[in-house]
């Protein structure tokens, strides 16, 4: 049956030399792994920086995924509608063996590094890497459990109390997210925008933004740097108060200058944050929690996704998802 | 009396515009604070940076003390043999009200920022700054407290469990203090060292170093980095795990290009770490679980002072020592 399955063609968003077509390519066969009938797709900055060739890969694009099992070794699995962590992982080197999978240094990555992605009518994954969504939780609403993830991961690093005064610099499609996860720790959360509209969204949730103009320097316990530009950094940098946590979940191409000394003075802890744990996602989705939805800015099929990448790459664009 | 001593002269080695010299200069005369006659004084790198000019000061240099109190409000004090904690706070700020003193945001540092040092037959302190030096710890030991509190201020920020692979890099004479604090949580310590004199100083007490060729990349759970030199930075980076803890207690001009996407995706945390608590250190000096001693490399008079600091500035020498 796999065998068939191998010549079998599907339709996928193919990246190659900063090029994304639609082709033609076979169904993905591995045995080891589960296969996946992808559902609904959800297109992330890191998609489109990868199209802007900031990272080198070729292959099938996409991560953000929701999806039905349509084979695995463990029948229990099959017909279960799943989210997949996106690194899989070797389970035999030392980052594995000490419960860092998402750090495995063989790691391949789903859409983004050495194995084939989402934007496509099937993908396969590692079991273990498959989480089910609660009936309740739709499929527009699971395409969001890989960001809310790493949303989480800032609180799964950092102890966010709900004293703290935190800033958020960054109100785009993680930092809606992230601003939705900080608001229910309590926490004397303020936002800084750069879009009405983001306002708009963080009002309606009862989120507080603030001007740039009113950041007390030095003043912040807690910074999340979400911007996606260096400038954010700086920005981050001039808030947090000695002593205080500077979180940064900004990748971008190219270096930064920075005062380390300074850094050393005000005994400042700077925490990179990646990719998150799925379970509590998924627990904060059933029980709406957070509401990723109004993140939604338009939705395509995967015949036009070219389009939707064009869309998504415009300025004020949150969420485009792809219907496979 | 205090008025009189106000007029007496004393001995002091001023800094001012890069050039150091003994001066006759007033006694100190701050009857909200406690009179200190110093009995031993330390030169530490940050003296010899201020003679460098990298930061702006003048006035009387030194910050590593063992005195006698000879004047003080509350009469108790009297007598007491005495180190001092370098950051005078103003009580009141945001800052010293949550519990973080040292980082007070009008302090003034001693023999630093706006408040003269030790290196002069007297010098002034709040008396909540210092602690009684046990009667077993002798002077040329307590002058040690203020370095050794500061390589303490890294488990006061960072767990390092008994399990870690540690790796220091930088043996000077922060570093070496380093080793030995580290050495005591029974954590699996390398550490990279530059000459051979450290080597022996380190082999001598059982800690073990690690030659550059020899440090795998990405496998240190905790790196802390005391070189003085930003090139020490670059080194512990690629060193340390994905999400393990980079310490930074290297103070240096200028700035520095990382890149922080890197440190974002290995989930780095990085940790600024500056000055730490006296008791601990105290502690430890009292039960000769550490020996800064050896760190001794000539002593010299308030008299010789000059000859002292060209002395520490030569490549080799850890610690010179001034009787008062």
């Avoid at 338009?298 to 064009?310: G, N, P, R, V």
Wanted: proline share 6%; with cysteine; aromatic share 6%.
């Amino acid at each position: 049956m796999e065998e068939s399955k191998e010549s079998e063609p599907m339709k996928a968003l193919w990246l190659e030399n900063n090029q994304i077509s639609l082709r033609e390519i076979p169904q993905p066969n591995n045995p080891n792994e589960a296969l996946i009938k992808i559902r609904r797709a959800g297109i992330c900055s890191t998609d489109l920086e990868l199209v802007k060739g900031y990272y080198p890969y070729t292959g099938v694009l996409g991560h953000e995924f929701v999806g039905e099992v349509v084979n695995a070794s463990d029948p229990a699995w099959i017909g279960q509608r799943v989210v997949g962590e996106i690194n899989a992982a070797c389970g035999k080197c030392e980052a594995c063996l000490n419960g860092r999978p998402s750090h495995c240094e063989v790691r391949t990555v789903l859409g983004i590094t050495n194995r084939d992605g989402v934007f496509a009518e099937y993908t396969t994954l590692p079991i273990g890497n498959l989480h089910r969504v609660p009936d309740s939780v739709s499929d527009e609403v699971a395409v969001f459990t890989e960001p809310l993830a790493a949303a989480l991961e800032i609180q799964q690093q950092t102890h966010i109390k709900p004293t703290d005064r935190v800033l958020l610099v960054g109100a785009g499609r993680l930092g809606q997210l992230i601003a939705q996860t900080l608001a229910l720790t309590g926490c004397d959360l303020r936002v800084l925008t750069r879009h009405s509209y983001q306002r708009d969204m963080l009002s309606a949730r009862g989120i507080r933004f603030i001007p740039e103009a009113e950041i007390q320097p030095r003043k912040w316990d807690v910074v999340v740097e979400a911007t996606g530009s260096p400038e954010g950094f700086n920005l981050a940098r001039k808030a947090i108060r000695p002593r205080g946590t500077l979180v940064m979940k900004s990748t971008y191409a190219g270096n930064i200058t920075i005062n380390l000394s300074s850094i050393v003075v005000d005994e400042i802890t700077v925490v990179g944050s990646r990719c998150g744990p799925f379970e509590p996602a998924l627990r904060l989705l059933e029980r709406r929690e957070v509401d990723p939805t109004v993140l939604l800015s338009a939705q395509y099929t995967l015949a036009e996704s070219i389009k939707a990448f064009d869309h998504a790459a415009q300025s004020g664009v949150l969420k485009v998802q792809i219907e496979i």
